[in-house]
């Protein structure tokens, strides 16, 4: 007997797909264009013409649980190609959003971070915390300094401040404070990612073993880890992208802001080391090796960023939506404010590198506390995917 399979669409996810970007889903009438003209959709069972019927169908569960949306690098090949204007490659980035939404935790607030209309209290959160911050290091420095000393005697110090002659973010906003506030908020990100990673790849796997796009029918954690670590020089290349004709200038942007952000990561790391270990405080000499690091990798965020805010605005085809500007605003501030500090605490400028500190520390929390909400978060669901991908011979 013929297996009989009812489809029962999901109208408000349809909904929500239109809403992120997919308008054109619609559309589509299956002629397939798409799926040839996609460079790197696998044989067996490419993408995107079954998702776009997916789509358009409110299949929610197939399309949310799919590690094939999450393959796609939105290179527009197929959007170019397509003869209905369905833009197939906007409708996945769509559904790529709303799978965000469905796998961070909690829900509320992903629904925050993608709503516009609350983009003011995302802001005022942070800048009314560090406006306090702020004050109390500068106003109650000589009460920090005694409730320090008597919790921890002389064994930890108040004041990571050197002098007065020299200028020092420190003055402005308690290094404690700054730490403080930015270790439980990146630990939660993570907390919160690896809960969702887990469960997306938990059910990419059954999605694949269902629509037999994998031959293990098993979820092995060590091979895939194997198999996540094989995928990093892809990663790290670009090489996807390269494959793509359309945007295909996308790829050196996209990579001046990866290794930017790597390039942080590191120098964040070193310098905690340097103050709580070492007990060395910055501000560090500019001859200093990992300073070369902050500034070159501050740079090519700028510019990186920068170029990809260029192309979003030359290319009238592709369209962008609050999403990614939510990302590429807070990418670029978080460059600029941290090369503007730089260069006017170099010019002596001092309340203009707390101006401009305030306005970094703003960004960066906003990098981290919605870290897991944001498109900023497709980093690591496409890279789980990409594993997956190799994991479950996917090719
Ligand atoms: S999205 Fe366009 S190219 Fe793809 S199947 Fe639909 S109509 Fe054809
Ligand atoms: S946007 Fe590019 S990568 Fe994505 S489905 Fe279309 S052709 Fe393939």
Redesign the pocket.
């Known amino acids: 007997m013929t297996e009989k399979y009812l489809a029962q669409p999901d109208l408000d996810f349809i909904a929500q797909v239109r809403g992120l970007g997919g308008e054109t889903l619609k559309k589509c009438y299956q002629c397939a264009t798409?799926s040839v003209?996609?460079?790197?959709?696998p044989e067996n069972s490419p993408?995107?013409r079954k998702e776009m019927i997916a789509a358009s169908w409110g299949l929610k569960d197939r399309l949310i649980c799919s590690g094939d949306i999450w393959l796609?690098?939105?290179?527009?090949?197929?959007?170019d190609l397509c003869p209905r204007g369905a833009a197939?490659?906007d409708v996945?980035s769509a559904v790529r959003s709303a799978a965000i939404t469905e796998y961070a935790t909690p829900k509320v607030l992903a629904k925050i971070v993608n709503d516009p209309q609350k983009l003011p209290i995302l802001l005022i959160i942070p800048a009314i915390w560090f406006a306090i911050l702020a004050y109390i290091t500068m106003a109650h420095d000589d009460i920090m300094t005694k409730i320090f000393h008597a919790i921890f005697g002389d064994f930890i110090q108040w004041s990571h401040s050197h002098g007065e002659h020299i200028i020092a973010q420190a003055d402005f906003f308690s290094t404690w404070f700054v730490d403080l506030t930015f270790v439980p908020t990146f630990t939660a990100a993570v907390l919160i990612f690896l809960f969702s990673l887990k469960n997306f790849l938990d059910d990419i796997h059954q999605n694949a073993v269902l629509e037999g796009k994998t031959d293990k029918t098993s979820l092995n954690y060590k091979e895939f880890i194997q198999s996540l670590i094989k995928v990093v020089p892809t990663v790290l290349k670009h090489n996807k992208f390269s494959e793509?004709e359309t945007n295909k200038d996308r790829a050196t942007p996209h990579m001046m802001v990866l290794f930017s952000f790597i390039g942080l990561f590191i120098v964040t790391a070193l310098f905690f080391i340097s103050l709580y270990v070492l007990q060395k405080p910055g501000p560090y000499p500019q001859i200093n090796p990992v300073k070369w690091l902050a500034n070159i990798s501050g740079v090519a965020l700028v510019i990186g960023s920068a170029l990809m805010i260029k192309n979003r605005l030359a290319d009238e085809t592709q369209l962008t939506f609050y999403k990614d500007w939510f990302l590429l605003g807070i990418v670029f501030s978080l460059g600029a404010t941290g090369m503007l500090t730089e260069m006017a605490r170099l010019a002596h400028f001092t309340w203009i590198c707390y101006f401009f500190y305030y306005l970094h520390l703003i960004s960066i929390f906003l990098l981290f506390a919605f870290l897991p909400f944001s498109k900023m978060a497709h980093i690591a669901y496409r890279f789980v995917a990409m594993g997956y991908a190799e994991y479950g011979n996917r090719k």
């Open positions: 798409c003209a996609c460079p790197i959709a993408f995107p796609c690098h939105q290179c527009g090949d197929c959007t197939p490659g996945l793509c």
